[in-house]
């Protein structure tokens, strides 16, 4: 079928033209071209006309998300991350997504108490990740803004517990904010 066929065809050239740091693909290609993120938006568009969401795996997901973010459409960026943590829930990208999601709703589109939300739930996660550590860190300023300074201290000595002997520089603004 014509579609099967025509599907594989855009999702190289969405990856072709979508976001990376390196200027390739970000999923590994060796272009050095000019990136087009938002016609990259626009295949992806097409790709999920085409074959739904269904035809989307984790990394297609992910970086179509990133793709979004890095052209400045966080509305949409947000969505696509929710649905790679709903639809994907052991993915790789969860920890991230949940992050991202949470900077994006609460700097972006200024809604803090959801952004606080995606904050809170990887915060209570045990293994520890980046984006754990640096949910912890946003919890403790986000708190301290609302001049709440007891639950503010909980949240970055439990930052400094959890970290121990990693994270320095984090551990170091922990302390400075505790000051």
Known sequence: ???????????????????????????GGKDEGVNDMLYAEKVFKKIEEL???????????YLRAFNLEKAKEYQKAKDVYNDLVLTFPETIHAD????????????ILRDISTGRN???????????????????????????????????????????EKLKFDFTETVTLAKERLQ
């Open 118 to 160: 995606y904050f809170e739930k990887l915060a209570k996660k045990e293994n520890l990740s980046p984006q754990i550590i640096s949910s912890l860190y946003q919890l403790g300023l986000l708190i301290h803004w609302q001049d709440d300074n007891v639950l503010a201290k909980e949240y970055y000595n439990s930052l400094m």
């Open 51 to 61: 074959g739904g969401k269904a035809v989307f795996n984790q990394d297609l997901m």
């Open 1 to 27: 079928a014509p579609k099967e066929k025509l599907i594989p065809i855009l999702i190289d050239i969405a990856q072709s033209f979508a976001y990376s740091a390196t200027g390739g693909s970000a999923l």
């Open 96 to 107: 991230e997504a949940d992050f991202k999601t949470g900077i994006i709703y609460t700097y």
